[in-house]
């Protein structure tokens, strides 16, 4: 029996004792020094290591781990089957991810806002991505919306609980797109949130209000607003105004150059009425970036509740080519991001980034990294937001303390 025994040992898969191995090693305990020295050792990467997540953040895939918490969750939507030409975005949130590799917690300081985002009061994860399907756009509908009001209706970090601030009391989400139309989940989940219209500050070379009746088709029946088609990237704010969900007061596109429907000004007119205010990107030319900045802070203001939705495509193709509906003769990355700086004052309790293509980026990663660094400006005010609040609140003229950047 003794050779029946050794031989059943020899058999044995080495995984068996390689695991028994592993698992004693993870019964040991280490000392703090011991663990600070591996992370002093080990805890870093360059631009070029390390999981592709948001600047290098950490990861957690929050939708099915509720008992992660955080400030700031960047969560990506990988939908893209509601375009009208061009498709791809399915792969931007990894675009953007990827583009993002030169951001880093230890060289994250904005001087422009005197603070690092990453190392600030906000606790700031990379959420993965919502599995969204590509089969049936009725079902990725709901799968984005579900999956919004189940981040959004966290808890954040205890400390950010129980701040002066309470901006700091629900967290907020950058969403990496995924075509336009993911906006409609976000803006449902929101006013489900917040129980109130939220105004939205739009970025987009089109005006994506149209009727969906404005694409047209003998197919469907044009009174019929529950048809499937009707949700679609051109579209979602039409549906989002009919619904209730914008502020219809305090609403505003930025860098429109699109073409209209037929032979008039209708999609304008249709638009006015659903409460936006337009500033095209030839108005750059006329008040400049100031004046940009100052049309949007005076027709929204500081107060209520901002969704900032950018399309990529607000940026010229000729810097920013990886994208669904390009259109000539838009901003220059840096006139936007200036834009972006310049509006920090608005209480944005949301953002997306959508419309990135990268199988139209070239070799160049350029949309990507434009993107990526669109998103470090939005987490910036963010941050910078709820630390002007907690100074407001103590009634204190003199800087931020350092230790609290």
């Known amino acids: 029996m003794l050779w029946l025994w050794a031989l059943l040992v020899v058999s044995l898969p080495f995984n068996v004792f390689a695991h028994s ?3 004693a090693e993870h019964n040991q305990q280490f000392s703090q020094s011991r663990l600070e020295e591996l992370e002093k050792k080990w805890g870093s990467d ?8 948001f600047a290098h953040l950490p990861y957690t895939r929050c939708l099915s781990h509720p008992e992660t918490v955080f400030d700031i969750g960047i969560i990506g939507a ?21 583009g993002s590799s030169r951001q880093t917690a230890f060289r994250g300081f904005n001087p422009r806002a005197g603070l690092n985002p990453y190392t600030s009061w906000a606790h700031i994860v990379d959420c993965g991505d919502i599995p969204v399907t590509p089969f049936d756009n009725a079902l990725a509908l709901r799968q984005m919306g579900e999956a919004f009001i189940e981040l959004g209706e966290r808890l954040p970090t205890p400390k950010s609980l129980s701040s002066s601030s309470t901006y700091q009391h629900k967290p907020k989400l950058l969403t990496l797109g995924g075509d336009h139309s993911i906006a409609l989940p976000a803006l449902r ?13 739009h970025f987009d070379a089109h005006l994506d209000t149209w009727h969906p009746a404005k694409y047209p088709s003998a197919w ?7 048809t499937q088609s009707f949700f679609n990237h051109g579209s979602m704010f039409w549906i989002a105004a009919t619904e209730g969900l914008i ?8 860098g429109l150059r699109t073409r209209l429907s037929d032979d008039g000004i209708e999609d304008y007119e249709d638009d006015t009425k659903q409460g936006w205010v337009r500033i095209s990107t030839d108005d750059i030319d006329d008040i400049g970036v100031k004046g ?14 901002v969704y900032l939705s950018i399309d990529i495509d607000v940026i010229d193709p000729g810097l920013a080519p990886g994208t669904g509906t390009p259109e000539p003769g838009g901003w220059t990355t840096r006139e936007l991001i200036r834009i972006l ?3 920090e004052g608005l209480n944005v309790i949301g953002a997306d980034i959508v419309e990135v293509s990268p199988a139209y980026d070239g070799g160049t990663e350029a949309t990507a990294l434009a993107a990526a660094q669109i998103g470090f400006e939005i987490l910036t005010s963010i941050v910078r937001r709820g630390l002007i609040e907690q100074a407001k609140i103590r009634k204190v003229d003199e800087p931020i303390l350092k230790d609290e950047l």
Do not use: C
Request: aromatic fraction near 8%; proline fraction near 8%; glycine fraction near 8%.
């Open 21 to 23: 191995h592993s698992h």
């Open 46 to 53: 360059w631009g070029f290591t390390g999981i592709s997540t």
């Open 78 to 98: 990988p939908f893209d089957t509601a375009v009208s030409y061009r498709p791809g975005a399915r792969f931007g949130p990894r675009a953007i991810r990827a």
């Open 189 to 201: 989940a929101l006013k489900k949130i917040y129980d109130q219209p939220i105004a939205v500050v």
């Open 220 to 226: 469907i029946d044009p009174t019929d607003s529950s």
């Open 247 to 254: 502020a219809n007061t305090s609403s505003i596109h930025a």
């Open 292 to 305: 940009v900045i100052s049309t949007i802070m005076d027709r929204v203001g500081t107060e209520v509740p």
């Open 341 to 343: 700086r310049g509006i």
